[in-house]
């Protein structure tokens, strides 16, 4: 540990949870600055709402005066100029999830929730009812949680509550993030195959998760979705107490789901018998589960039951997830960060559970790793197949991934309007946003898709809506 006052430096600074541990640390006393080379909101603004010095781009001169220590994110490479300067100078130097491990989390409960969907909005969710109860939690996410206006907080009280991410650690630590976190009560979402530039296959993926439950100690908890294909095959890695929660499998079950004047409601089961009603401001079968998931928890470690429903229902979303931009002649603007198909799919799904009778438009960017690849080339073209219209942006910089395992826009336009949707693409954002805003009317509900920028789309639609009325 080195001491307060210390001067950290993190390269890669812009990640969701390197600009949260920027914060944490910052909070801790430690005088921090960071690079990186996309700098753009939400993380940007946080940083520099915190009076983060942020410098863009990589450069030797960034560690200049010399930092006590550096956290290099796993956006960097050994070749990168900045690492280069890092390592010839012999500066201390350690892993994001590593320093989250041992300055942020410690001996301290840690409360992880993982799995390849609904991570960021689970962990908000806990984070939101451990402040119920006045645990005093600190927590970082992956998103900006609406309730708070931060992806972070540092910890005053036992325990922190954090978003595990199977992605690998740094260039020097190749493990998954979350072997780092000293999980002590785990919520397990689920298990699908992601992140294709690092894991080969499904059992890889497995593999990192049964690695990850191993760690959990016999005093400890798992929850997880019982209707997973995937996660009973790891249960008998966990020596702790496993609860199982789902539509119609596990201990807590949830029926009775419907939508009542703007709000999500259903009734909790366990094991059969009735035990609570749940009312939520997020809306979607997805989401009720990950709801369910902490009220699990919650039932199974005996916290106070009204409190913990009352945060539940205070819960107000988290940003980039199915966040509202703005409401323009009559058309609605929503972003989110999904990217996966899985993930694509339900949030339609779920936009069509709360705009049930207008036309849904969906906007998508290929940006993550995964979802630049042809690996669901197939997969896009079911999940898109719930949209009215679709409209894809050209994949984000596909130079280093090999030409035919290459995922295509065109193909897939092809595919769905072979199938009779209305589907267009276009070279970049700008032309795409032409096309778009010529295509939509009042009434409309437009979903925009991307874990990236998307050049500023967000903001440029909004604008351009507001103009085309004048």
Request: hydrophobic letters at 40%; a neutral charge.
């Amino acid at each position: 540990m080195i001491k307060a006052g210390s001067h950290i430096h993190l390269i890669g600074i812009c990640g969701t949870a390197m600009a949260s541990l920027a914060g944490i640390l910052k909070d801790m006393g430690y005088r921090v600055s960071g690079s990186d080379l996309n700098v753009y909101p939400p993380m940007s603004t946080q940083l520099e709402n915190l009076g983060i010095q942020i410098q863009s781009g990589y450069r030797a001169e960034n560690l200049a005066p010399k930092p006590d220590l550096v956290i290099v994110g796993n956006v960097v490479s050994k070749n990168n100029p900045e690492v280069e300067a890092l390592l010839a100078n012999q500066i201390a130097y350690t892993s994001l999830p590593k320093a989250l491990g041992e300055y942020a989390i410690g001996t301290r409960d840690s409360y992880v929730v993982a799995g390849t969907h609904g991570k960021t909005t689970t962990t908000s969710i806990l984070a939101s009812v451990t402040d119920a109860l006045q645990m005093q939690a600190g927590f970082l996410i992956g998103g900006i949680p609406l309730n708070y206006g931060l992806s972070f907080r540092a910890p005053k009280g036992n325990a922190f509550v954090i978003e595990g991410d199977e992605y690998d650690t740094a260039f020097f630590d190749k493990v998954p993030k979350f072997i780092h976190y000293r999980p002590k009560h785990v919520l397990l979402t689920s298990v699908e195959f992601d992140h294709a530039d690092i894991y080969a296959d499904l059992a890889q993926v497995k593999a990192a998760f049964r690695r990850f439950l191993e760690l959990i100690p016999a005093d400890g908890t798992l929850v997880y979705h019982a209707a997973d294909p995937n996660i009973p095959e790891l249960l008998p890695a966990c020596r702790a107490r496993a609860v199982g929660y789902g539509l119609t499998q596990g201990d807590y079950q949830l029926t009775e789901r419907e939508v009542i004047e703007g709000r999500n409601q259903f009734t909790v089961t366990n094991k059969g018998e009735r035990i609570a009603d749940l009312a939520l401001k997020i809306f979607g079968e997805h989401n009720s589960l990950n709801a369910l998931s902490v009220f699990a928890l919650s039932e199974t470690l005996r916290w106070p039951r009204g409190k913990v429903l009352q945060a539940l229902a205070d819960f107000k979303g988290v940003k980039r997830r199915q966040e509202l931009l703005g409401e323009v002649n009559g058309i609605t603007v929503i972003e989110d960060f999904a990217h996966h198909p899985t993930a694509v799919d339900l949030t339609l799904k779920c936009m069509r559970e709360r705009f049930q009778s207008r036309r849904l438009v969906a906007v998508f960017e290929p940006r993550s790793a995964t979802s630049r690849r042809k690996v669901f080339q197939e997969e896009y073209l079911r999940a898109f197949s719930g949209a009215d219209l679709i409209f894809m942006a050209q994949p984000f910089d596909q130079s280093k991934i090999a030409e035919n395992d290459r995922f295509s826009t065109d193909q897939l336009i092809y595919d769905l309007k072979r199938q009779g949707l209305t589907a267009e693409s276009a070279p970049d954002a700008q032309s795409l946003l032409t096309k778009l805003v010529l295509a939509v009317r009042p009434g409309d509900v437009i979903l925009i898709m991307s874990n990236g920028g998307f050049d500023g789309i967000y903001q440029k639609l909004l604008t351009a809506l507001d103009q085309s009325r004048k």
